[in-house]
């Protein structure tokens, strides 16, 4: 589902956006910062930090087209979007632009990684450009809902329902559901929980993941937000896409020795 840039031209149009916007909002959760249920009052940033973010990428890619690959840090790119306060914005507000954002990040990064043509690397950031562009139509929709008193406040900081040990244990069965509903061919339904188990779960323990190892983080965000849910709208097969899940879930059980291990070590202190 794509965001128009110009107003609705539909009433179904508009419904279908602020329905899937009052879902991801009234659903968030996760460490993100409190200015989220202050969407009108910080439309300005967000503009600011899109604007920002484009600017960035473009010299960093026009450096590449200059001087080379040996001339520019991938990896700040992924730093650039982490760094916005827009990036909560979206992200709580409409995962599948979100997801998108980060398809043309990595899209531009692995371009430039794989020493691709120049022109294939501006076709990447323009896929990019036109997902934050769409974001941020979707979250100047968001606020206006959000003025109106239709949207639920997001929680500022993760819920603390169950562990982070067994939240690894939900999100790895999560994932097994997504091979089940590929396999029924519902792929549509199958992308949702991909997106909804990053957002409501794995937001929930990247904190103290990070800590103990932010690569590890940064290649389960890419396998969130780009390797399975393309997976998925490629058509692979159901073994394919089965492989990826069986690798981020070897991933996660890395992931859950370290979170069991920090959470021994605080009980150690305490």
Same mark, same amino acid.
């Given at each position: 589902?794509?965001?128009?840039?110009?107003?609705?031209k539909?009433?179904?149009?508009?419904? %279908?956006?602020?329905?899937a916007?009052?879902?991801?909002s009234?659903?968030?959760?996760?460490?993100?910062? @409190?200015?989220?249920?202050?969407?009108?009052?910080?439309?300005?940033?967000?503009?600011?930090? $899109?604007?920002?973010?484009?600017?960035?990428?473009?010299?960093?890619?026009?450096?590449?087209?200059t001087?080379?690959?040996?001339?520019?840090?991938?990896?700040?790119?992924i730093e650039?979007?982490?760094? $916005?306060?827009?990036?909560? =914005?979206?992200?709580? +507000?409409?995962?599948?632009?979100?997801?998108?954002?980060?398809?043309?990040?990595?899209?531009?990064?692995?371009?430039?990684?794989?020493?691709?043509?120049?022109?294939?690397?501006?076709?990447?950031?323009?896929?990019?450009?036109?997902? %934050?562009?769409?974001?941020l139509?979707?979250?100047?929709?968001?606020?206006?809902?959000?003025?109106?008193?239709?949207?639920?406040?997001v929680?500022?900081?993760?819920? @603390?329902?169950?562990?982070?040990?067994?939240?690894?244990?939900?999100?790895?069965?999560?994932?097994?559901?997504?091979?089940?509903?590929?396999?029924?061919?519902?792929?549509?339904?199958?992308?949702?929980?991909?997106?909804?188990?990053?957002?409501?779960?794995? @937001?929930?323990?990247?904190?103290?993941?990070?800590?103990?190892?932010?690569?590890? $983080?940064?290649?389960l965000?890419?396998?969130?937000?780009?390797?399975?849910?393309?997976?998925?709208s490629? +058509?692979?097969?159901?073994?394919q $896409?089965?492989?990826?899940?069986?690798?981020?879930?070897?991933?996660?059980?890395?992931?859950?020795a370290?979170?069991?291990?920090?959470?021994k =070590?605080?009980?150690?202190?305490?």
């Amino acid at each position: 589902m794509k965001i128009l840039l110009k107003p609705a031209k539909t009433l179904s149009a508009t419904f %279908l956006l602020a329905s899937a916007i009052f879902v991801q909002s009234a659903l968030a959760n996760g460490p993100i910062g @409190e200015h989220v249920n202050h969407l009108q009052a910080n439309l300005k940033t967000y503009n600011e930090d $899109v604007e920002w973010m484009v600017s960035k990428v473009d010299t960093l890619v026009s450096d590449y087209d200059t001087k080379g690959a040996k001339a520019v840090k991938t990896d700040d790119l992924i730093e650039y979007w982490e760094s $916005v306060k827009f990036h909560s =914005a979206i992200e709580t +507000n409409y995962v599948p632009v979100y997801a998108s954002i980060w398809q043309g990040i990595y899209g531009v990064k692995m371009a430039i990684d794989n020493k691709k043509p120049a022109s294939e690397v501006r076709t990447q950031q323009q896929a990019m450009n036109n997902a %934050l562009w769409q974001g941020l139509g979707a979250v100047k929709l968001a606020a206006q809902f959000q003025q109106k008193g239709l949207l639920k406040s997001v929680k500022a900081t993760a819920t @603390e329902e169950m562990t982070q040990s067994a939240t690894i244990d939900e999100i790895k069965h999560k994932l097994d559901r997504v091979v089940a509903k590929y396999a029924e061919r519902l792929s549509d339904e199958a992308t949702s929980i991909v997106h909804d188990t990053y957002l409501h779960l794995f @937001e929930g323990v990247e904190g103290t993941l990070i800590e103990q190892d932010a690569n590890l $983080v940064e290649v389960l965000e890419k396998d969130f937000n780009v390797t399975l849910p393309q997976a998925i709208s490629a +058509n692979k097969t159901v073994d394919q $896409v089965r492989d990826v899940v069986v690798d981020m879930q070897t991933k996660l059980t890395r992931a859950q020795a370290l979170i069991e291990k920090a959470e021994k =070590a605080r009980k150690d202190v305490f």
